[in-house]
T-cell receptor, first 115, second 112 residues
Framework: DGGITQSPKYLFRKEGQNVTLSCEQN?????MYWYRQDPGQGLRLIYY???????QKGDIAEGYSVSREKKESFPLTVTSAQKNPTAFYLC??????????????FGPGTRLTVL | SQQGEEDPQALSIQEGENATMNCSYK?????LQWYRQNSGRGLVHLIL?????REKHSGRLRVTLDTSKKSSSLLITASRAADTASYFC????????????FGTGTRLKVLA
């Protein structure tokens, strides 16, 4: 089955710790995205990548880091520098058409809680 | 900064009624998409409308786009309890970066 997976579903972190959220897709998509969603809010873009070994900051990149070493994988690290990391994190992927628009396919999300 | 703003923030209707939600945005766009999110889940793509299109249909969904007013509307006809979810618009700017900006969402509740 083709799709996009995220793990773990729930993650608990102590203050001062770095944690890494996994995102994998087998849709052969070039573009991948990380969003943060706070309760009752929309999605805010953290990082996105259009191609392997390249990525760009989104609107709220501070305190986060990513890598894109493989087309299928786009892990997100939430560092201790992120002051308020408790949120729902969503990963998405899409093909990277120049025109016509790109439907994004979302993973099921990871809920991160800082203890 | 978020580009899209949905209106209303929350909507409660009876099963069988139509639901209309609106999205406003700030800058020129290539296309606008609508997504649905069930509580605690990922988003699911519903429909995409390009900047040169004015109206699009998909099943019980009807989307309109008015680029002069920088607004879009999503109409769900003959709503069902299973339509209960949050609905988000997402815009792709003309900068060509494959970057989408999501709105704040409309929480729809359909009462059986």
């Amino acid at each position: 089955d083709g799709g996009i997976t995220q793990s773990p579903k729930y993650l608990f972190r102590k203050e001062g710790q770095n944690v890494t959220l996994s995102c994998e897709q087998n849709l052969n998509h070039d573009a991948m995205y990380w969003y943060r969603q706070d309760p009752g809010q929309g999605l805010r873009l953290i990082y996105y990548s259009q191609i392997v070994n390249d990525f760009q900051k989104g609107d709220i990149a501070e305190g986060y880091s990513v890598s894109r070493e493989k087309k299928e994988s786009f892990p997100l690290t939430v560092t201790s520098a992120q002051k308020n990391p408790t949120a729902f994190y969503l990963c998405a992927s899409s093909i990277a058409r120049r025109t016509g628009g790109n439907e994004q396919f979302f993973g099921p999300g990871t809920r991160l809680t800082v203890l | 900064s978020q580009q899209g703003e949905e209106d209303p923030q929350a909507l409660s209707i009876q099963e069988g009624e139509n639901a209309t939600m609106n999205c406003s945005y700030k800058t020129s766009i290539n296309n606008l998409q609508w997504y649905r999110q069930n509580s605690g889940r990922g988003l699911v793509h519903l429909i995409l409308i390009r900047s040169n299109e004015r109206e699009k249909h998909s099943g019980r969904l009807r989307v309109t786009l008015d680029t002069s007013k920088k607004s879009s509307s999503l109409l769900i006809t003959a709503s069902r309890a299973a339509d209960t979810a949050s609905y988000f618009c997402a815009t792709e700017s003309t900068s060509g970066t494959y970057k989408y900006i999501f709105g704040t969402g409309t929480r729809l509740k359909v009462l059986a």
